[in-house]
């Protein structure tokens, strides 16, 4: 595949039939093969097992939603998910499907903000929106929507969006006291009975068990993955990482872990003959923050456009989604459930209070990427992260770590903006 050639795959039919605005889809649909091979398959010495990937993004409105109306077909459920405390093991052992919908693109947006108020966060109009246009084959081919309740933003948008889709809401706490960890594991059997019944299949000890495993499998060759590129010089670009952490929200998990697995082999080799991306000096750079949803490639273009290499995302497409396993020797029902329940509290997300774990997790992961800097990345309007923020910011000014904030938005407005700070920031991190 190459830059001028590379296209995401056409199925107007198959989007006829899911009840889509396929005119104006097909049009989205060019304009980000054309984004896509600008932006991943220009980049120089990227290892060949990334060919999966991009076969992936070729296929992504396409070869993978005809899998999931095979399974639908098949009578398993296949449920839309906006945050990484759902918990997907469930979903697994009732014989379900988890997909993300958090929405990444500009193009949707002016369709949320007719029904929408415009000062919320873009992540949640860009989803709202792929809905209200009709612009989303991953929307459109859910069987329902489970949402959550940890940021003001999503939890009023469920209420609307459930006169679209069939969208269920999962309570979660925002702090992590006895109470809440004894009412967060309620709302986990809660979970499991509405998907019971709505899959119609009960979720039983062996299949729980087995769910938790292709979970922990997955989450491990993305730690396999994290812990490769700390490499220094790093074998992989932030940009193709990235890729990955978002694509884990869509594919089927064993094939997945399976690449990931094959593409880090190949990392071990080019970690022993010292091959760079992009070269062995160039200055490191740690993101943290709020997720990057697909398509949202901006930061990580300007940044690796500008000669530095991303080595981190401490993000839920990230680091979040996959630095904590789970045990996977419980032997009834309670146990599993409650290890399941210790595990997602182990997530850090900005919507708790205190979130001290998160400082801590920012410099553990500062240090174990070998980075130069960080930059704090956030979304116009999510109030959570940023204000949290500012803690970030003192840790990092107490242990001396060059440190820069940025909050902006999918519009390609402020890319200018943006890229002059970027520069700057390596510049005074270069010395
Ligand atoms: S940032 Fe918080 S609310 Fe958003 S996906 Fe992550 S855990 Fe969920
Ligand atoms: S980025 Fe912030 S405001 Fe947006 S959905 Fe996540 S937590 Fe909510």
């Known amino acids: 595949m190459d830059a001028e050639t590379f296209e995401i795959k056409a199925y107007p039919e198959m989007w006829q039939e899911l009840g889509m605005d396929v005119a104006r889809f097909d049009k989205m649909r060019l304009m980000l093969g054309e984004i896509y091979g600008k932006t991943f398959l ?47 093991e469930v979903v697994l052992a009732a014989g379900g499907i988890c997909v993300g919908l958090c929405g990444g693109s500009q193009g949707s947006i002016p369709d949320a903000e007719k029904i929408l108020p415009r000062n919320i966060c873009p992540m949640v109009k860009s989803a709202f929106g792929f809905k209200v246009g009709r612009v989303c084959p991953y929307i459109q081919v859910v069987d329902f929507v489970y949402g959550e309740t940890t940021c003001d933003a999503k939890k009023k948008t469920w209420e609307i969006l459930d006169t679209m889709v069939p969208t269920y809401v999962m309570e979660i706490p925002q702090m992590k006291n006895e109470s809440d960890r004894t009412m967060w594991l309620h709302e986990v059997k809660e979970f499991k009975a509405r998907i019971e019944e709505l899959s119609g299949k009960e979720v039983t000890v062996d299949e729980l068990t087995k769910a938790v495993r292709v979970m922990n499998d997955k989450r491990r060759a993305l730690q396999r993955l994290n812990t490769l590129r700390h490499a220094k010089p790093t074998p992989i670009s932030g940009k193709d990482v990235l890729l990955i952490e978002q694509i884990a929200f869509y594919d089927e998990p064993v094939r997945f872990a399976a690449e990931v ?3 880090c082999d190949e990392l071990e080799q080019r970690i022993t003959a010292g091959e760079a991306v992009p070269s062995k000096d160039a200055v490191r750079i740690m993101v943290a923050g709020v997720p990057m949803a697909l398509p949202n490639w901006k930061l990580h273009h300007l940044v690796e456009r500008a000669g530095a290499v991303i080595v981190n995302e401490e993000s839920c497409i990230g680091t979040r989604y996959y630095k904590d396993l789970m045990a996977e020797d419980g032997q009834d029902m309670e146990t599993i459930l409650t290890d399941l329940t210790t595990r997602y509290m182990n997530i850090d997300c900005s919507c708790f209070t205190p979130n001290d774990e998160r400082i801590d997790q920012v410099l553990k992961e500062f240090r174990e990427s ?21 803690r970030i910011r003192e840790a990092c000014a107490r242990e001396g770590i060059p440190y820069m904030f940025i909050e902006s938005d999918y519009s390609p407005e402020d890319v200018g903006q943006i890229q002059t700070r970027v520069e700057a920031f390596l510049e005074q991190i270069r010395g």
């Open 42 to 88: 220009s980049q120089q010495n990227r290892p060949v097992r990334m060919a999966y990937f991009d076969q992936t993004i070729a296929e992504i409105h396409g070869g993978r939603i005809k899998e999931l109306l095979a399974a639908k077909a098949a009578g398993r459920p296949v449920i839309g998910t906006f945050c990484v405390y759902i918990p997907e």
């Open 261 to 263: 697995n094959e593409l």
């Open 370 to 390: 070998q980075a130069d800097g960080i930059i704090h990345y956030s979304l116009q309007f999510c109030h959570t992260y940023n204000i949290e923020e500012i």
